[in-house]
């Protein structure tokens, strides 16, 4: 028998062939944990997770979160969740039913287990926001029956849920509000603004800014993301959160395009569309609490990130193309 066989970790991690959900199964196993990955490949791929099939300590499972889940594990990361407005608002009763009723499913399976379970929750809860910076005590300003509610009440149902749950089971829960996270495995047809801009500026084309690109939003790379989630799980179970998880660098959208046209050197020009509705205008993580409870700050600038990223772009066009 290996070596720590017994205090080794089973660790379910849900939209796990996700952008961020692969990133955190490869994170899991470099630190020697055994991965349970459950997704039902609605945008996440193999692809992202190709590179584990013959790993030992990785098992892949083609599920639904909507539907109940009986495994054995010792921790949960729950992150099934289409997370760009494309796809959440592809099929939106279908993306409230994987929030809420995949909320519940994981919940009673952490329950049944008596297990830690983390939500990888957003900052969307906050909506279009009042404030900035947005510390976890605001409670938000959301549209409850616009097109991103599907999304953002999901989110905010979700956690009401896990309050819940941890108030009148005892379940020990840890909510994470992720700010916007950009790097390699970036859906490349999910319409999020980074992966957009990138997709546009290698191949010339005009680069499409929603309004006049004045909006904000704070953009963290996802190897920090990923390690804020990990130090997050790893707090004592009084630790409860929610807490904001991002890079508190604020960039209008105009400014994003034009760093990311200056990086590949790119002959894009800007072209201006309709905003769509309910486009929050401002976003920017305060991280105080972060900082004291997880010793969590990030530090990759925005064109380092941006650096890895468009290298990462590159090669999968090339494949693409061949
Ligand atoms: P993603 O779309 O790449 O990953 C989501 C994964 O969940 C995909 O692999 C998808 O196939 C899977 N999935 C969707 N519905 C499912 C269902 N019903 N059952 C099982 N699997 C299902 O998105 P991401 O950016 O990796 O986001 C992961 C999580 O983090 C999501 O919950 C998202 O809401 C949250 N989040 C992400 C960001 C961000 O900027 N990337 C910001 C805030 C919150
Ligand atoms: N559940 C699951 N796996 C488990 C235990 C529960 O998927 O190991 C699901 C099951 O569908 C259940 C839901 O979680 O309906 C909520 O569980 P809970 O114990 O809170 O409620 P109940 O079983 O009473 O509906
Ligand atoms: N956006 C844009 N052009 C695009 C894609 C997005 O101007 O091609 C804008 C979008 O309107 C929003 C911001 O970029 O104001 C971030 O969009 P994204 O979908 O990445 O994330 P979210 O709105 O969920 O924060």
Not at 22 to 48: I, M, P, Q, W, Y
Not at 102 to 122: D, E, F, H, P, Y
Not at 137 to 166: M, S
Request: a negative charge.
């Amino acid at each position: 028998m290996p070596k720590n066989y017994r205090s080794r970790k089973r660790v379910l991690v849900t939209g796990g062939a996700g952008f961020l959900g692969s990133h955190l199964c490869d994170r899991l196993l470099e630190r020697g944990d055994e991965v349970l990955c459950a997704d039902n490949l609605f945008t996440g791929t193999k692809r992202n997770i190709d590179h584990l099939h013959n790993h030992p300590r990785f098992e892949f499972l083609r599920h639904d979160v909507t539907f109940p889940l009986y495994v054995e594990v010792d921790e949960i990361y729950n992150l099934a969740c289409p997370a760009s407005p494309i796809h959440y608002q592809y099929d939106p009763v279908q993306t409230t039913k994987t929030s809420v009723h995949g909320a519940i499913n994981m919940l009673g399976l952490a329950k049944r287990l008596k297990c830690k379970i983390l939500q990888a929750s957003t900052s969307e809860v906050y909506g279009n926001p009042r404030i900035s910076p947005q510390p976890e005590e605001y409670w938000g300003n959301v549209n409850p029956i616009g097109l991103r509610a599907c999304y953002d009440e999901g989110k905010r149902c979700a956690e009401t849920l896990f309050f819940d749950y941890h108030r009148q089971h005892g379940v020990p829960i840890k909510v994470a509000r992720i700010f916007n996270t950009y790097g390699p495995r970036m859906h490349p047809r999910d319409g999020r603004v980074v992966s957009n801009f990138i997709g546009q500026a290698l191949a010339d084309e005009e680069i499409t800014i929603y309004g006049d690109g004045s909006q904000t939003r704070s953009f963290c790379y996802v190897d920090e993301l990923v390690d804020g989630l990990i130090r997050l799980m790893d707090t004592d179970d009084d630790v409860t959160g929610p807490v904001n998880l991002g890079n508190p660098a604020e960039f209008s959208i105009r400014e994003l395009a034009e760093l990311i046209i200056h990086q590949t050197g790119s002959k894009s020009v800007l072209s201006f569309h309709d905003l769509p509705s309910d486009d929050p205008t401002q976003r920017r993580p305060d991280n105080t609490l972060a900082k004291e409870l997880l010793g969590w700050e990030p530090k990759i600038p925005l064109e380092e990130g941006l650096g890895y990223t468009i290298r990462y772009f590159k090669d999968l066009f090339q494949i693409w193309d061949k």
